[in-house]
Antibody, heavy 116, light 107 residues
Framework: EVQLLESGGGLVQPGGSLRLSCAAS????????VSWVRQAPGKGLEWVSV????????YFADSVKGRFTISRDSSKNTLYLQMNNLRAEDTAVYYC?????????WGQGTLVTVSS | DIQMTQSPSSLSASVGDRVTITCRAS??????LGWYQQKPGKAPKRLIY???SLQSGVPSRFSGSGSGTEFTLTISSLQPEDFATYYC?????????FGGGTKVEIK
């Protein structure tokens, strides 16, 4: 079964850092462009970042550019999102998701709360 | 950046009703669009990909159409389990962008 499983969320103070992980099973992560998507409490969905199949290209939403980085460890079949200089407005459930092609797959999400 | 304008933002409907949701792209995106259903506390679930292809396992009462800048999601006969929030997503170019969502409520 094709699955994605996020981990690493939690409570962090403003200005702090956190690294999210997304472990894939049932498929090879590096063969697809997998994104991070977030959803603030009571709000809609916001695309955050993606890493290309080759790993040579990364893209970010303007809201996180310069603060977040995305990477992948093929040996662990795992995607990462390094989040630095976190702000209150980064509070959200973060999902990793294979958005293009079939099947489409989403993880269950991990909650990040930025608060003092 | 491509803006996705989704309408309506909410609607009230009865079981058995035909429901149509629209997304308009600020520029042409070919058929690079998906439709998602999200229930409270759950991850989104893709219903339609490439504008009109039904995701495996999704009931046939869901259908998608459109190309270029205008897209629609139709539920032919609304069922109790269909009350949820629906989003469109364009994946034609980065940054990817979602529509604002349509909350489908029980009348």
């Amino acid at each position: 079964e094709v699955q994605l499983l996020e981990s690493g969320g939690g409570l962090v103070q403003p200005g702090g850092s956190l690294r999210l992980s997304c472990a894939a099973s049932g498929f090879t992560l590096s063969n697809y462009a997998v994104s991070w998507v977030r959803q603030a409490p009571g709000k809609g969905l916001e695309w955050v970042s993606v890493i290309s199949v080759s790993g040579g290209s990364t893209y970010f939403a303007d809201s996180v550019k310069g603060r977040f980085t995305i990477s992948r460890d093929s040996s662990k079949n795992t995607l990462y999102l390094q989040m630095n200089n976190l702000r209150a407005e980064d509070t959200a459930v973060y999902y990793c998701a294979k958005l293009v092609g079939s099947p489409g797959v989403w993880g269950q999400g991990t909650l990040v709360t930025v608060s003092s | 950046d491509i803006q996705m304008t989704q309408s309506p933002s909410s609607l009230s409907a009865s079981v058995g009703d035909r429901v149509t949701i629209t997304c308009r792209a600020s520029q042409g995106i070919r058929n690079d669009l998906g439709w998602y259903q999200q229930k409270p506390g759950k991850a989104p679930k893709r219903l339609i990909y490439t504008a009109s292809s039904l995701q495996s396992g999704v009931p046939s009462r869901f259908s998608g159409s459109g190309s270029g800048t205008e897209f629609t999601l139709t539920i032919s006969s609304l069922q109790p389990e269909d009350f949820a929030t629906y989003y469109c997503l364009q994946h034609n170019s980065y940054p990817l962008t979602f529509g604002g969502g349509t909350k489908v409520e029980i009348k």
